[in-house]
């Protein structure tokens, strides 16, 4: 597989973005013909991963290039199909890990859309006219509110349980009880009936917020869409994110700020990300107007998107790399006077805003990679500040003490919580809960720690002299090497998330879950299953003994 | 197969218990040949559902027959192995939905135990000499503190990632991360290791609360037991647990206040429970002393001791029936006067204050049970007070709504939260999340809702007409019968439990889902995978392919 994330508007093909003053309104068409794979026709408005990258650089592009953007108006194009959900001709073609690389993209970019309303002041609306179904809902319910037209017709669903024998796994059966707050019996109904509910009784059931007559619907959009862009200032002038350039080589990727380098002998990665090439000086002169002037060539959005697209390409294109080395290069006083900048003006410059917001969902993303990742902490290495993040989200670090007294790393002004986890909690702060005001104190402190005091202070979990250091870290890579990689990915995903739960860990760590053991099932995928049954003409036959 | 869950001390293969004064003694000591099935020996101190089950018994009858202990020692008779964990050529040998609930069942008796010592006084000892492997560090990480001999040998350890392939599921990679709150890199590496950690290093990663040397173990156990039972009043007398009795026909099991009759055609089950046979007024005049005297004949212990027996059948016995429709019988007056009698003296009495929380926790294991449950609500039910969570437990409710206005639903005394769900809410908040003060005003109002009004009152799915009932409720049984079992545990796993999200809850959603996923991972459980290749000459092959 050779997928790639770069994506514009005047190519898409399956969305379409109109901006008008603080409203803008995203219509999905899906165009059938245009799929990521053979074997498939994307009917009924259902999607495929291509229609969802379309999807997730449109919310990028609404960010940075629109961000003057006060109300989202999701709909579609078609008044009898407003999504039928991931298409199940896909699904079924798919192999495992594809299915669940595909189904955690996909939340990865709901969990986007959530967060662009929680923190960048956008106001969703999804306006539904039509069949509803599967993701197509699980779409509409990460909006602010759900209208739904009241024609007798349109309808709302979730027939994943009676259609297909899956779960609705891309958020669906969360979002509706923990943020939708459908009454767990109610959530029971709606979640086994494969039509689904239409607007009178999806609306007292809380499944949409309003049901409209098709009189009405327009209007109603419009007076919706007034209403949450009152008083917006849409004079705020968007960068352009123009397309990521990289090499790719048979041995890897460059980007400008990060490299992706593939040993595929050992099944394991090294991935380096790179400081700014500007002095901690002259970061610090930047005013905001002058980062502005920037735009996507400024290091905090480029090498954060080099970051992401590297990520990407590695879950969906190099299936078999297990374990990934971290590495960072540069300048460490000019991350930590990055990491100053960008916490100096956050509050006041939009553009900068959504850079430490951006920076936080890739930063996510990295948690939620399902690979090992040990941070190499050696000579002009600059795991300082938002670079810090990479080590505190790998699985283990491993520093090299040097006689010099150099090597060490730096808590930065970002560290406070401004890159949170999936779980809210920041990465200093999920080391310590045994003793949270130690953590408040390394967070708070924004310290350099130097060898073993990096070590003493519980942000690297091995320092070691140069004899040790390398036998260590091959021992520890050939181990890593060695074991059963399912194995690795449920401890991960169990290790990386201590504390608190959110809606967002419990959609990627118990839903998804689920839903992984049940791609596995012969009830769902096997030869009479019912995902591989579904529009055949045979009914599905199931294995009745409870699990 | 044909599991019961009754066992007495006297009997024991495994445990031994031995108490002395305030201070009780649990020792393991695995009789080898003494197996649930064939074809494996319990060497090692491993154990398989027999040891646990007698486990389950003996907290129990610490909590019912000896309520003055203050302490408990938790060790093993063998000083070179404490506990080598699951036995893995039964779990080899076992088919996937036995394992499934295996290790449902070990994971809710490890909750029994931290249950007692949050609720009942008991302050739990680990002391850990030899190997402590596996779920043997998982049973020993249910205490409130182990000790680890200093010994050079004696060692704690997680080897399931490392040897077998698969996660330490029954709470370990939880309990490390989120109760002991090891750091997540040391938890890494920790759970990576196959010889575990010894005394100073386990110490030192919070793995055990104190390395001591083996000169002064025994000194040391006996000065914390001291020290923890200190102050204990011993002179409360227990009651005894006898034998639960029941009648097993072809067609189902008769205990004295639970039936569960079968219907094997439509995989589908009855559960009744009846209510207590006093009348309101004769439980209103009970005193604690002649509560106590009723001992295990009490209606409120011995009614849940049928239902958990009950459950459990179902679970291991009967893993074809789907669907259990949940019926009661006999007089709400007399259950809402248990309720009242039983808050009115949980405060003050301990025997009362026990058979709440086992109330509770017989509660959660139907909470926890991978079934669908349909409440019904007919003529002489008694859906009142503790017996209304069956319905609330339920993942649909239907009350006949009856011209005489007789059948309804009534909130009792123990509904705002002494019978807490596993995430610590109880049953009528999680219905309410919504709007929490009208959940309150629910739980708090001690109300009887009588047709329609309990369905406006948000506490039952639908109230029906003896028209529309019959039709309803047969084609809902129809449709759930057709429905694939894996999707409808999916789904019910992810509807039940919406809300804040405790240990118990990451134990059964995240982390237990995660395990059953590797157990159907060729990569575990495949020809070549870890779990079958242990203790084989040959070495497992992994597809490498991570997902």
Known sequence: MNVTFQRHPSSYNHWNLAVDGAI????????????????????????????????????????????????????????????????????????????????????????????????????WIAAVRGVCAGGGYELAACANEILLADDGRSAVSLPEVPL????????????????????RDHADVFSTLSDGLRAKRAEAWRLVDEAVPLSNFEARIAERAQAAAEGATSDKKGIVLS??????????????????????????????????????????????????????QFWALKAYRDLNEALLVLRFNHIEIGTVLIKTEGDADAVLAMDAKLAELQGSDWFVREMVLYMGFVLRRLDLTARSFFALIEEASCFAGNMLELALAADRSYLLEDEEGQIGVSVGALAGGDLPMSNGLNRIEIRFLHDEQAGRDVSGKQQTYIGAEAEKAGLVTYALDDIDYPDELRLAIEERASLSPDALTGMEANLRFAGVETMET????????????????????????????FGEPTTPQFDWRRT
């Open 243 to 296: 397309e990521l350039k990289f090499e790719k080589s048979e041995t890897g990727y460059r980007f400008e700020y990060v490299s992706l380098d593939l040993q595929t002998a050992g099944r394991t990665a090294t991935l380096t990300m790179r400081a700014p090439s500007q002095s901690a000086a002259e970061i610090a002169a930047l005013s905001a107007d002058e980062i502005r002037a920037q735009g996507d």
């Open 506 to 533: 419990k959609v990627f760590g118990r839903l998804s879950a689920w839903q992984n053991w049940i791609f596995q099932r012969p009830n769902a995928v096997g030869e009479t299953g019912a995902l591989q049954s």
């Open 24 to 123: 803008a309104t995203v219509t999905l068409g899906v165009n059938p013909e245009v799929t990521m794979a053979e074997g498939y026709e994307l009917k009924l408005n259902s999607y495929d991963l291509g229609v969802d990258i379309e999807l997730a650089d449109l919310l990028m592009r609404l960010r940075f290039e629109h961000p003057g953007v006060a109300c989202v108006v999701l709909r579609a194009n078609d008044e009898k199909v407003w999504c039928a959900g991931a298409n199940i001709l896909m699904l079924r073609s798919s192999t495992h890990h594809f299915k669940v690389n595909f189904c955690k993209f996909t939340n990865e970019t709901r969990f986007a859309i959530e967060d662009a309303q929680n923190n960048s002041g956008q106001h």
């Open 164 to 183: 297909l024998g899956v779960l609705p796994g891309t958020g669906g059966l969360t979002r509706v009880v923990d943020k939708r707050k459908v009454r």
